[in-house]
């Protein structure tokens, strides 16, 4: 079997990645998205070697149509097209999990500026904004005001990026500082971690100065996790859980793309080495 890993950039989870399939005697390369090429005409993407995938792409809209060529191409990715549109988007990703009874954020989406603003006034604060497409807690604002309200109105009607009048917005959770951030591969827990927020910060990503701790795998999240892993469609994913004080847990993020080097330094178990491991069982299958 020869692996390869689609990246455009090398961060410590895609070295890891390259090492723990090298140890395990994979013949593996690592392919820079950047200057690759693919070509409608199938016997001209000679180039592109491996038997299976692992798109690592921090840029989502690169990973995915990628994923889209080689898939075009007959080759098995981890993570799916299907799995990375979905996850890659979060209106996409709520109406799944809800569609799939999954326990999530009461969530709402308007398609105008004033929409927006006649959401926000029925529903009350707190709440919650999001881009529809971002990580690393980039863009996800509490609104607690009207004058928030305003002023993201006004940010995003300068803003003409093609997804900046779709409103996302999400009850904001009563929570402890922390969130529960579950790696899965297939229907397995590898490992599950605490993200507590920096100081000053609302936001528990890592990206934004949280820190990590080992989170015990409870039955009730494994059941919850596998089951919202398995409605987008499987693979090795970063499901996201809060700790809901009225609704127990619920699902607020599945990564396709997930990042572990905060959880590494932490969890007991071999990430990277998790993840070839399933890897080699897909490509067995
Ligand atoms: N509805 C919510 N209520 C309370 N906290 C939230 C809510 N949604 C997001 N957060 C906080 O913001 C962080 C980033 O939101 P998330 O939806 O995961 O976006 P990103 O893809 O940028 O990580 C979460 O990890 C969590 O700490
Ligand atoms: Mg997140």
Do not use: D, F
């Given at each position: 079997m020869e692996l390869s890993i689609i990246y455009d950039k090398l961060r410590f989870e895609e070295k890891e990645l390259h090492q723990k399939a090298i140890n395990k005697g994979i013949s593996t390369h690592l392919i820079d998205a950047k200057p690759i090429s693919f070509s409608t005409d199938i016997?001209?993407?000679n180039s592109i070697k491996g038997d299976i995938f692992l798109q690592r792409c921090i840029s989502h809209f690169r990973g995915l149509y990628i994923t889209?060529?080689?898939e075009y191409l007959n080759h098995k990715v981890i993570?799916?097209?299907?799995v990375n549109e979905i996850c890659g988007n979060k209106l996409r990703t709520s109406l799944i999990l809800a569609k799939s009874k999954i326990p999530s954020p009461k969530t709402y989406f308007t398609f105008s500026a004033e929409s927006f603003k006649e959401l926000t006034n029925k529903l009350g604060f707190p709440l919650v904004l999001k881009p529809l497409?971002?990580?690393?807690?980039r863009g996800v604002f509490p609104i607690r005001n009207e004058e928030t309200v305003n002023i993201i109105m006004e940010m995003r009607?300068?803003?003409d990026s093609a997804l900046s009048r779709i409103y996302y917005v999400q009850e904001m959770i009563k929570r402890p500082p922390r969130d529960i951030r579950c790696i899965v591969a297939g229907d397995q827990i590898i490992t599950a971690i605490y993200r507590y927020s920096a100081v000053g910060e609302w936001r528990t990503n890592v990206a934004r100065g949280g820190h990590t701790g080992l989170a015990p795998?409870?039955?009730e999240l494994e059941e919850v996790v596998i089951k919202a892993a398995t409605a987008v469609g499987g693979g090795i994913l970063g499901v996201d859980?809060?700790?809901d004080e009225n609704q127990g847990l619920v699902i607020h993020e599945i990564n396709s793309n997930v990042e572990f080097r905060g959880?590494?330094?932490?969890s007991k178990v071999d990430i990277a080495n998790s993840m070839i491991e399933y890897v080699l069982s897909i490509f067995k299958k």
């Open positions: 016997n001209q993407n889209s060529c080689l993570n799916k097209y299907n497409v971002g990580s690393w807690g009607e300068e803003n795998i409870t039955h859980v809060m700790e959880a590494s330094q932490v």
